[in-house]
Nanobody, 122 residues
């Protein structure tokens, strides 16, 4: 059974840091682009960052210079290091495995984790 399991969320003050992890089972991970998305209450799921199998990275403008996505292929794990967090970063963060189409769009992903809550207090 294919699974993506996120961890690392929590409550942090503005300016603080968190590192999210996503561990994949089965064949979900091999060769795939992996992405992080987030969803705030009442809003659509939005793209945060993505990383190719070979380590190419892509970010939404609002997190450039503050977030860093990375992956450890032997460990089937993708990370999202978040620094200088802001209250507007508060959301549930989801890890996804890209299947087809644009990796900037959530519909291009066919596997998702359960999400991990990140709350940034001001």
């Amino acid at each position: 059974q294919v699974q993506l399991i996120e961890s690392g969320g929590g409550v942090v003050q503005a300016g603080g840091s968190l590192r999210l992890s996503c561990v994949a089972s089965g064949r979900t991970f091999n060769g795939r682009i992996m992405g992080w998305f987030r969803q705030a209450p009442g809003k659509e799921r939005e793209f945060v960052a993505a990383i190719t199998w070979n380590g190419g990275t892509y970010y939404t403008d609002s997190v450039k210079g503050r977030f860093a996505i990375s992956r450890d292929n032997p460990k089937r794990t993708v990370y999202l290091q978040m620094q200088t967090l802001k209250p507007e970063d508060t959301a549930v963060y989801f890890c996804g495995a890209h299947a087809s189409g644009s990796f900037y769009r959530s519909r291009g992903y066919d596997h998702w984790g359960q999400g991990t809550q990140v709350t940034v207090s001001s």
